[in-house]
């Protein structure tokens, strides 16, 4: 389906064409002044001077070509040369039906289907989830989800932080607690046990007692890195070990994940590009790229354009150890060998800002990357911040621990919707836990993803103002709605829609046109905060049009059919939008 706006567009530029004009002046846009008009074509501004004639002169002829024109109910010229124009009721109602047969409803994929890896999500094996991992995991999903539904072949990939010193410090410290075990000794080279030798309850206190220890203690440490270094070296009892804690990490993150409503379809790591890295590594020498500065091999990124130090993206490290720079550079040989891309988009924290610009420039300028080919973009995210405006902590004053925040949220839910009626209390709880989700993706993905922002239980749970729980409210009342009709007139057949009558009623038509701008909106800017500001216009639109009319109250049966197809009209989209979100609601609250 075209969209309205390029409709209207194209009659325009036709119009602009048979007043001897070129076409390409016609292109129209949402009105800036909605309460002038609906759609402006300022065309004729930019064809004065081309034409050596006064634009309010250009924009009659053109709008005396489109009088009569049925798709209008109105085409005006507006001095100094502006072209306004609504869009005509029967038209709109036309559009409507169109949308109600559409399952896309509007939203063409793209042409070309492009391969698109997301790397997103980036938890660190056995260390425990925090905020920035829970904001990546939200705005990634969403980003993926919305690509996807664009037509994209879309490749979401955990990443997985699963090679470094966190790994030795666990193994150091296991070795102190059970030294007997079988993974220390280093003359054996294979028959490791099956079982894992800990849970994941115990990785959760060996870690942070490892890591406390770790920095307390010099000679602890020089054993943590010493049995990183084993490890990465191949220390078949090491590695043994390392695989277990993958894991048992892993099978937590993933429900974790799941409760998330964010699934991933890679679960690669860093360990994996290891076998990548010592042939990039030579590649990079022998074509003159890296150098050694101060006995670690480096590759210069600065550019002459740049206003800030850039300082040289860290290949090997003095002792040989390959960094964080070096991970991401050879993860993109490996993912453009496995899949080959069209695009790499990182969702990470935006304070990683600075090292993906290294990596990135670094992987175009040694020809990793060929820049016509791939691009590698950033969507780096600011943080979620408490009240007092610092980094979100639990009460306890902890690291945010994903399984706590979810339940505080839908137990603060429950606690708001009890007594409500209705709801047995099983029922109230599985609603606050969807509805609770809602609030906190909502929460987040509505906001631009690079700026910080508060988390504020109590507004991100209230049921009125641009919250999940607002529209999810407006999706359970349209539901009830339908249910009630349904009831009563069992056999009533919807889909036909009349013309909108009032401005309300055309503002929802209109707003339902424009799904699949929001879409394109968000796919292109990587933003599912554009998508969050149209369901909330959406339900703005839709309540006030409720607010407006008794449904199930209406005498005229075509006028109560169209009513009734047009909200659930409103509820399929919101329905699409909010799965291109990544969450949903319930049947009832
Ligand atoms: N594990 C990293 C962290 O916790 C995030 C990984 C982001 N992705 C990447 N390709 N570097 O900070």
Redesign the pocket.
């Known amino acids: 389906m075209k969209k309205l706006v390029d409709q209207i567009s194209e009659k325009v530029s036709e119009a602009f064409e048979i007043a001897g004009y070129d076409p390409s002046l016609g292109r129209c846009a949402p009105s800036n002044r909605p309460d002038l008009c609906q759609y402006q074509c300022n065309g004729a501004m930019a064809g004065a001077k081309t034409y050596h004639m006064a634009p309010f002169l250009i924009a009659q002829k053109v709008a005396d070509v489109l009088a009569g024109d049925p798709m209008f109910s109105k085409v005006e010229m507006v001095r100094p040369g502006f072209i306004n124009i609504d869009v005509a009721p029967a038209f709109l109602a036309g559009l409507m039906e169109q949308l109600e047969q559409d399952h896309r409803r509007g939203a063409e994929p793209d042409a070309e289907a492009k391969t698109i890896i997301i790397?997103y999500g980036?938890?660190?094996v056995a260390k425990p989830l925090h905020v920035?991992?829970l904001r990546s995991a939200i705005i990634g999903e969403s980003i993926k989800r919305i690509a996807r539904f664009k037509g994209h072949k879309v490749i979401g990939d955990v990443?997985l932080?699963d090679w470094g010193l966190q790994i030795g410090q666990i193994i150091t410290e296991l070795k102190l607690r059970q030294p007997e075990l079988p993974y220390f000794d280093d003359s054996k080279t294979g028959g490791f046990p099956e079982e894992p030798p800990f849970t994941i309850s115990d990785l959760e206190e060996i870690y942070p007692c490892a890591s406390k220890k770790s920095k307390a203690d010099e000679a602890y440490k020089a054993a943590a890195q010493e049995a990183t270094a084993k490890l990465q070296e191949g220390h078949p009892g090491y590695r043994a070990l390392w695989r277990h804690i993958i894991n048992v990490s892993v099978s937590d993150l993933k429900q974790n994940y799941k409760k998330l409503n964010v699934e991933f379809d890679l679960w690669k790591g860093e360990s994996d590009c290891q076998p990548y890295i010592p042939a990039m590594v030579e590649q990079m020498k022998a074509d003159g790229y890296a150098y050694l500065s101060d006995g670690a091999l480096v590759v210069d990124v600065q550019k002459d354009s740049d206003t800030r130090e850039v300082p040289p993206c860290l290949i090997l490290k003095s002792d040989g150890a390959a960094q964080?720079e070096t991970t991401?550079l050879a993860?993109i040989i490996q993912r453009q060998q496995d899949f080959q891309p069209d695009r790499i988009i990182?969702v990470?924290?935006k304070r990683?800002e600075l090292h993906f610009v290294r990596v990135f420039r670094c992987a175009y300028k040694t020809g990793l990357v060929d820049e016509q080919k791939c691009t590698l973009e950033f969507v780096g995210f600011g943080t979620m911040n408490g009240k007092d405006g610092k980094p979100f902590k639990t009460r306890d004053g902890g690291v945010l621990r994903l399984e706590y925040l979810l339940r505080d949220v839908s137990d603060a839910v429950y606690e708001k919707s009890r007594g409500n009626g209705e709801l047995s209390d099983e029922e109230l709880h599985q609603v606050a836990e969807k509805v609770g989700l809602a609030a906190i993706k909502y929460g987040d993905l509505s906001n631009q993803p690079s700026k910080d922002y508060i988390f504020d239980l109590n507004r991100f749970i209230a049921f009125e103002g641009n919250t999940g729980p607002y529209i999810m409210y407006t999706m359970v009342r349209i539901k009830s709605i339908l249910k009630k009709f349904r009831e009563s007139c069992p056999d009533a057949v919807l889909g036909h829609i009349l013309p909108p009558d009032g401005q309300k009623e055309t503002n929802l038509y209109l707003t339902l046109a424009r799904f699949s701008d929001a879409v394109d909106d968000a796919y292109e800017q990587n933003a599912p905060n554009r998508l969050c500001r149209y369901i909330y216009d959406l339900s703005n639109c839709l309540n006030q049009f409720y607010a407006d009319r008794n449904i199930m109250k209406e005498p005229d049966p075509e006028k109560q059919a169209s009513y009734v197809s047009v909200i659930q009209l409103v509820l399929k989209v919101l329905e699409l939008a909010v799965d291109l979100l990544g969450f949903d609601a319930p049947e009832r609250m």
Do not use: L
Request: net charge negative; hydrophobic share 5%; glycine share 20%.
């Open positions: 790397d980036g938890p660190n920035g991992h990443h932080g964080y991401d993860t990182y990470v924290d990683q």
